[in-house]
Every structure is written in structure tokens, then in C-alpha cells.
């Protein structure tokens, strides 16, 4: 038996970097510095684990769809151990939005095939957190999303999901598409050898014609939704800051009292 | 006038406050039609009539809970069909964004998660939403069909607006996707007592500064003695001293009460992420370089465990 994983992995700007807006009002990427979402990485792990704990021949294709740049995340995942990436790259991608996204994706999942979906719980840009729920309504597979533990066994994917009111077992069978939370588990570092090793592994380029999607269908002008106005906060006015020299704790309840908290 | 879809959040029928936050906002837009699913979906009627739903669609069936999102969809997409909705209104849990996105998809429309304050515009309903760690606020639309829009907890006041709540059946059927992702097992949190962390006005939260999940003790009593939620920052979480589900940030909760206390917390962009849009922050961190000193309406440089039982004894002391 062999089991083919598709990695989602998004490139995005680096979160303690100095994240802004482009003139056009999308996520400016060019400007910032950025790396494979840290949120993703989990994804990554969780499909080596998989892999490392299965009988079956599994193979792992990472996949991002964004600019240029976003070589660099396949990269890292490559090198963190999986076996080769698919780069869905497109200057009339720029401006896409969830729903478009999910069209992409979905498009190219199933053109590398697939029998696993593993995306990350939200995009650290984005912070969605729907894109692995539309892959799967795209798809017409179960959905197994938000596990902090997963595993794979014949041909079912089974998984614990940690909600609001309750923690849940979930079980579906294959394909599926899986989203996995910080929770699930350290991703690892690339060793020198995996740095090395991902040099030589396969990284494919396709463009939206290869996927058989319309310019019309994506980017800004595809998009179901729009941003009219972006603004910084406004800093937030410089506080009160006192030193505790014993009366640390009376001052800030007099404050509080004074807000009208007590 | 236009009617909103209102998803219902609820446990056994009664209704969580984010969805009576909903109702105040779906006014501003049309006449709230609310959909309630489940076991209980009924009794939440006369909750929801009080603040505001012209009408109630209540479907119970034992798929909302055996089975993941995809239930509670198909329902959804029926109640759009039944209503021709200006807009769906969903809360902003992580299911709920899952369940929108998905109806969005379906229905061939654009969708807006986590908007913290929604305004009737000339082109459909306009979304406020905060991103980049809230360093940041956007003004939205959906362009495309109905607009799905997800809102924050404590986006807007509960405000009672009385109106007929007639209950009506939904009636439902489950697509072949419905059954696909079963739910074996669930463990249901225990309730420790306080506020749930995202309706809360005050949150009190511990870091790694607190030093051990015997000292969240100190951080526990602060909180008790203001009547707030318990949060955490990831450092604490992930040194097993606080439960995940208290965690506040990026990849835990994202809360926006009313007072904000931070204790032995650094002030991650991660964690800012989940607390910066809180009305008033207090922070209490022996080192003045910290950055959450940044945000704070007003702070204490120092030692948190002299600082913190100064505070509660003074409360005490003041609320007698
Ligand atoms: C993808 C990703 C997601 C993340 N998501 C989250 C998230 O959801 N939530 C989150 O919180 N973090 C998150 N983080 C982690 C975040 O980057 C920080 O590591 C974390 O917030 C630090 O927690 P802390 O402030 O408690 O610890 P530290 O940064 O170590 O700060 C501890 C503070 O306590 C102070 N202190 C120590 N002793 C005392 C004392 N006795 N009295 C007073 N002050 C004292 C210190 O001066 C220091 O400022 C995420 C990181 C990544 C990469
Ligand atoms: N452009 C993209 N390329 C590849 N994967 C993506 C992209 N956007 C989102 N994803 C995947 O979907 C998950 C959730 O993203 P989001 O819904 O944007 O928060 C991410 O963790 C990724 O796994």
C-alpha cells in the first residue's frame, strides 16, 4: 500500500517583523521579510510522523501557492524531511482570497493526487483558519481539522479535537483532509544532512492554466471580498507606569477603583 | 425589511452571550431570523425572542453531535434558502468560522471572519476587523452573494429588543459529506466556576513570571476576587502549569474584555495578538524594558508575587 500526503504550506510575512499593507491593500509580501508559517511546520511534522510510523510507502509533497519567494518555505519543509513540492505560482494569483485560495489548492491537490490533506490550523498573515474546511468541501472528502493528536491506520485517520465546550474524537476514512494545532507536537529542525538532501529534491512550478483555472476566478478581481480602508491603530496613549516599592499593589487598585472596576 | 440568518450558539439551549452580541448587531443590518440546531435547539426560543429574533428555525437531530461541521451546514444552507438572508451572521468560534466558510463556499458567496464591529453601508454590511496582531483595523465587504461574515465575542453590547420569536422547523436534509467525520468520543470541559475566557470583562493572566502551577494560585484569587477569567500565555501553557483552553493569543483565545491584567508576561506579538484590542491593560512584570509596558493603561514594575496579593487583599479590602 502507499499513501500520497499533500502538505499545505503558506509563505508568509515574518509576525515580529513590520507587517503592513501594499497601496492595492493586500498583505504586502515584497517589503517584509518571510518564511514558512510557523503554524505550518506543525503540518510538516505531523506528516513525517505519519510517515515514520507506517508500514505503507508514504510520500509527502509539500505544496504552497504564492509569490516567487514562497520557494523559500518549500524549501524548509523540504529539507525538514519531505520528499518533494509543488509551487503554484501566477501574477494573476496576487490579491487572492480564501475562497479563491481553497479553489487553487484544491485544483492542485488533485492534480498531484492524494490520498492525506494536511494544512495548518490558520495562517499566521491571514489567521482565517478556514482554508483546510473549504479544501475539504472542494473536495468532497471528511473534514478532521484543529487535531492536537492524529494518526494514521488503515485507511482511517483518526484524531483528538480540543474545542471550546469539549474535547472530541474524531474518525473518519481516507481521503480526508486533517488540519493539526500547535498542540500536536514540536516540529523538528532540518539537520545539516536534510539541508543538503533538499537541494536535490524535485520542486515543480505550475501555473493556472496548468490547473485549468480562469485569470477571472482569482486575484483581486476574482475576489468575493473587498477591503475598502486599512488603517494603523492609533498607538495606544502612553499609560501610568509606577515602580512597586511596597505600594505596588494599592496604587493599581486605586486605579482600578478610579476605572470604576472595583 | 431584509431578515439576517443568526446561528445559534448554544450548549443544551442555553444561548452563549456571542450570539446575543449577534442579535444587537444583526438589527443594524435587518430583522434577525435566528437558527438554532441541536438537542435543546427549542429552548433557546425565548432567549433569543427577548433580544431581538423575529423568528427562531430550530431543527434537533442526533447528527449535530455525532458528526463534524458538515451537519450543522446542511442545515445552514437550507435556512438560507428558506429566508433569502441579507447576511449570515455566525460567532467567531473556531467551529463557527469552519461552518461559515464552508456555507459561504456553497452558496457562492465571500466571507469575512472575526469582524469586531459591523455598520449597515450603501453596498451591504461593512466589517471592521483587526489583523496583524491588531496593530491594524480594516474595513471590509462581502462583494460577492450573501454576505457570510464571522464576529469576535464582545463585538457589541447584549441590549434586549423584544419581538415574536415564533419558533418555526427547519427542515433539513443531510448531504452524503454529513456523515463523514465521526465523533467517537467527547469529554466535555469541566467547569471551574468563572466567566468563560472570551465572554469575560475582566481577564487575569499568568506567564511564565508566575513560576509554577502552584503559584496560578495567586493569579486565580486576583481573578476571583474581580469575578474574571483565568488566562494564560503560551510559556505558562506549554510548561504544563495552565490548561490550553486558557491560553490567550494567537493560537489560543482571543479576547477583548473590558480589563486586561497581565502578570509575569513579556508581551509576545503572538500574545498581543490574542489581547490587544482589550479596553483597558494593566500589566504587572518585574523588568521595565518589557514590551507589553507598551500597551499598558497602567503598569507596575515589579515583583509579581508581592504585587499581586497586595492587589487582592486591597480589592477585598474595598469590596468589603
Ligand atoms: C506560531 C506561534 C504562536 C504562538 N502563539 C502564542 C499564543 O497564542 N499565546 C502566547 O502567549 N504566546 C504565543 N506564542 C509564544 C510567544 O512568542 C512567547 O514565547 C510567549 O507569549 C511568552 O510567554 P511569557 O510572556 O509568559 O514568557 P516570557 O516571554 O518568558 O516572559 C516572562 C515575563 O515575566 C517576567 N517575570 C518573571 N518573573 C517575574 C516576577 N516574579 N514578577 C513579575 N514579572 C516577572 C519577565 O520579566 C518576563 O517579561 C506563539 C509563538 C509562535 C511562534
Ligand atoms: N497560499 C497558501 N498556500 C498553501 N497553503 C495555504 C495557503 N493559504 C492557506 N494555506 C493552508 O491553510 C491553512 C489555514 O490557512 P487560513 O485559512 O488562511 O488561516 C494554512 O495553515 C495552510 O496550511
Known amino acids: 500500500m502507499s499513501l500520497r500526503i499533500v502538505v499545505t504550506v503558506k509563505y508568509v510575512p515574518d509576525a515580529t517583523g513590520d507587517r503592513h499593507f501594499a497601496d492595492d491593500l493586500t498583505v504586502d509580501r515584497d517589503d517584509v521579510d518571510g518564511l514558512l508559517s510557523e503554524l505550518d511546520e ?54 487572492t482570497d480564501a475562497i479563491g485560495t481553497s479553489l487553487v489548492l484544491a485544483k492542485a491537490i488533485e492534480k498531484a493526487g492524494y490520498d492525506l490533506v494536511i494544512s495548518g490550523m490558520a495562517s499566521t498573515d491571514g489567521t482565517m483558519g478556514v482554508v483546510p474546511a473549504l479544501l475539504a468541501e472542494r473536495l468532497g472528502v471528511p473534514q478532521v481539522t484543529l487535531l492536537s493528536e492524529v494518526s494514521v491506520e488503515d485507511g482511517t485517520v483518526k484524531g483528538r479535537r480540543d474545542g471550546d465546550a469539549a474535547s472530541e474524537n474524531l474518525e473518519a476514512s481516507l481521503p480526508a483532509v486533517v488540519s493539526v494545532t500547535d498542540q500536536s507536537g514540536e516540529a523538528r529542525y532540518p539537520s545539516f544532512k536534510g539541508i543538503m538532501a533538499a537541494k536535490k529534491k524535485p520542486v515543480e512550478s505550475w501555473d493556472l492554466s496548468d490547473l485549468d483555472i480562469e485569470a477571472e476566478e482569482v486575484g483581486l478581481e476574482g475576489a468575493y471580498t473587498t477591503v475598502d480602508n486599512a488603517a494603523e491603530r492609533p498607538a495606544r496613549t502612553a499609560g501610568t507606569i509606577v515602580k512597586d516599592e511596597g505600594e505596588g499593589g494599592k496604587q493599581l487598585a486605586e486605579f482600578l477603583a478610579g476605572q470604576k472596576f472595583i | 425589511m431584509a431578515e439576517v440568518l443568526v446561528y445559534v450558539d448554544h450548549v443544551d439551549g442555553a444561548v452563549r452571550k456571542p450570539t446575543l452580541e449577534l442579535l444587537t448587531l444583526a438589527r443594524r443590518i435587518g430583522e434577525p431570523v435566528a437558527v438554532a440546531l441541536g438537542n435543546g435547539a427549542g429552548d433557546t426560543a425565548a432567549t433569543l425572542a427577548e433580544h431581538g429574533a423575529v423568528k427562531v428555525l430550530t431543527h434537533e437531530a442526533a447528527e449535530y453531535a455525532d458528526y463534524l461541521v458538515v451537519p450543522k451546514v446542511d442545515a445552514l444552507q437550507a435556512a438560507h434558502e428558506a429566508v433569502s438572508p441579507a447576511a449570515v451572521l455566525v460567532p467567531s468560534s473556531a467551529e463557527g468560522k469552519e461552518i461559515a466558510a464552508r456555507l459561504a463556499l456553497r452558496i457562492g458567496s465571500g466571507i469575512i471572519t472575526d469582524a469586531v464591529d459591523l ?109 474574571a477569567a483565568v488566562g494564560a500565555s503560551r510559556a505558562a501553557v506549554d510548561a504544563g502549569w495552565y490548561p490550553h483552553t486558557n491560553q490567550v493569543g494567537q493560537t489560543g483565545k482571543s479576547v477583548s474584555p473590558q480589563l486586561y491584567i497581565a502578570s509575569g508576561i513579556s508581551g509576545a506579538i503572538q500574545h498581543r495578538a490574542g489581547m490587544q484590542t482589550s479596553k483597558t491593560i494593566v500589566a504587572i512584570n518585574k523588568d521595565a524594558e518589557a514590551p507589553i509596558f507598551d500597551l ?25
Open chain 2, 119 to 227: 455598520e449597515a453601508g450603501d453596498e451591504g454590511p461593512v466589517a471592521t476587523q483587526s489583523v496583524f496582531a491588531a496593530s491594524f483595523t480594516t474595513k471590509s465587504r462581502v462583494s460577492k452573494g450573501t454576505p457570510v461574515i464571522t464576529v469576535k465575542p464582545n463585538s457589541a453590547a447584549v441590549e434586549p429588543a423584544p419581538a415574536a420569536g415564533a419558533v418555526e422547523a427547519l427542515s433539513v436534509s443531510f448531504s452524503a459529506q454529513a456523515t463523514g467525520t465521526k465523533v467517537t468520543g467527547r469529554t466535555p470541559r469541566e467547569s471551574t466556576g468563572r466567566p468563560e475566557l472570551t465572554e469575560a470583562a475582566i481577564v487575569v493572566s499568568g506567564g511564565r513570571g508566575v513560576n509554577g502551577a502552584e503559584n496560578f494560585a495567586i493569579i486565580e484569587a486576583l481573578a476571583d476576587s474581580l469575578g
Open chain 1, 42 to 95: 506543525y503540518a510538516v511534522e505531523q506528516a513525517l510522523q505519519i510517515s515514520e510510523n507506517s508500514d505503507d510507502d508514504v510520500e509527502i509533497t509539500v505544496l504552497t501557492v504564492g509569490p516567487e519567494d514562497a520557494k523559500d518555505a518549500l524549501r524548509k519543509a523540504l529539507s525538514m524531511g519531505a520528499d518533494k513540492a509543488v509551487h503554484v505560482e501566477d501574477d494573476d494569483i496576487h490579491g
Open chain 2, 296 to 320: 499598558v493603561d497602567y503598569g507596575v514594575v515589579g515583583d509579581l508575587f508581592d504585587v499581586v496579593p497586595a492587589l487582592t487583599e486591597e480589592i477585598k479590602t474595598r469590596k468589603g
